[in-house]
C-alpha cells in the first residue's frame, strides 16, 4: 500500500477509544499516511467501534453496510471493540480488523514494513486524554466490554506521567484520565487510583485533571484516599460513578458486586467533603427480571440523592453475555420506565442548575462554541459554561458570573479584569 494514501477516520464510544484515534492519527502521520476529514476524500476508511450498547452497535452496522455500498472500491478498517469480538465480520467480510489493544499498529497493518508511533494528533489541542489501564476487574452480567478488552492490564505509573506531562508541554489545559473502569486501576500492579492521581497533580503546569468513571465497589476500599487526592486543586470536583439500579435484588442479577448502601455512602461522602460536587451516574432501565417495584427504588433513589447528571439506558442483550440469556421485558414496559425516569433526571437537572445562577467562578476555556464569538468553559466542578466574547478565549482561565441555566450548561458574563496570565 502506498505511503501517499489518505486515511479517514470516525470514532465511537468511550473517551478511550477516542484517545485510540488519535493515536492512530499520529501514527499514520509519522509513517508518510496523508489524513482526509470526509469518507469520500479518503483511500482508506477507519471505523472505530464501540458495542457497549445495542443502540451504538446497530447504527455503526448501518453506517458501515451505507460505506461498503457507496465506495466498494476504498480499503475499510473495523477498529476497537467490535475487532477484538468479531462483530461486523459478515457485513464488512473484506475489511481489515484492528484490535482495541494495538491502535499504534495501524500503520504497520496498511504498510506492513512501516515502523508505528504512539504519537496522538488531538482531535482538540487543549485535551490530553491519557488511557491509564484497559480491561476491568468486574464480571457484569450484561457486559461485553469485558469479553473484548479482558482482564485489567494497568500501564505503569511513570508510562502515564510521561504521557501527561507531555500532554501538558504540547499546550494542554485538560487532561482526562479514562478506562473501563479507573477505581481498579493499580491493582494488578501494586498500586492504586488515589496515588496515581497525586502523581499526576505533581507534574508541572497550570492545568485540570478530569477523573472519568469508577465503580463502586473497587472505589469503596480507596476512598478515603481518593477524596484527599481530589483536594488538589488540579482535579476537577466531577466523580462519575454508576449506580445502574436501585434495587439490591438486580444489582445481584447485574452481578455488580456492591449494594445501593454503598452507593449512597460514596456519594455522600464526596459531597461532605465537597458540597458542590458534580455527581454522574448511570441507570440502565428494563433489566430483565427489574418489577415495578424495583423500578420505583430506583426512581426513590435518583430522587433523594439527585445526580447532577443521569445517562440512562434501556437495557439492550449484548451477545455473549449472562444477560443475553435472561428472559427480557416487554419492550413498551421499558419505554414508559424510560420516560418516566427521564421525566424525572429533567426536572432535578433544571433545579440543580437554578442554584448556580448569581454564582461567581473561574472557568477553563476548551472549546469554541456552536455559534461565532461564543466559547465553551467548564468550572472547578466540571460544569459547562458558555461566554460570549469577541477575542479567542480558547485555553485561557476567566472569572465568570452565572447569568442563567440551561437543561445542560450554563451562561455566563465575564467578570472585568478576570483573565489572568498563567
Known sequence: MRRDLKIYIETYGCSANQAHSETMQGALLDNGFGIAKTPDKADVIVINTCIVKTPTENKIRDRLKFLVKQYPGKTLVIAGCAADVGTFRAVAPHALFLSSHRPDKIAKLLLK??????????????????????GCLGNCAYCIVKLARGKLKSRPVDDIAKDVNDAVKDGCREIWLTSQDNSCYGLDIGTDLAKLIRRMTEIKGDFRIRIGMMNPSHLKPIMK?????????????????????????????????????DFEAIATEFRSSFPRVTLSTDVIVGFPGESEQDFRKTLVLIGRLKPDIVNISKFGARPGTEAARMKRLDDNIVKERSKRIAALVKK????????????????????????????????????????????????????????????TFLAAKINRNSERNR
Request: hydrophobic share 35%; charged share 30%; net charge positive.
Open 225 to 261: 484516599d481518593l477524596i484527599a487526592a481530589y483536594k488538589d486543586p488540579k482535579v476537577y470536583k466531577f466523580v462519575h460513578i454508576p449506580v445502574q439500579s436501585g434495587s439490591d435484588r438486580i444489582l445481584k442479577l447485574m452481578n455488580r458486586g456492591y449494594g445501593v448502601k
Open 348 to 407: 432535578i437537572g433544571a433545579e440543580k442548575g437554578k442554584k448556580w445562577v448569581g454564582r461567581r467562578c473561574e472557568i477553563l476555556i476548551i472549546e469554541r462554541g456552536k455559534r461565532k464569538g461564543q466559547f465553551m468553559g467548564r468550572n472547578e466542578f466540571y460544569r459547562p459554561v458558555i461566554i460570549e466574547s469577541e477575542r479567542d478565549m480558547t485555553g485561557k482561565f476567566l472569572s465568570v458570573k452565572i447569568t442563567k441555566c440551561g437543561q
Open 113 to 134: 514494513q512501516a515502523k508505528a508511533s504512539p504519537r496522538k494528533i488531538r482531535r482538540n489541542p487543549l485535551v490530553g486524554i491519557t488511557e491509564i489501564s484497559s
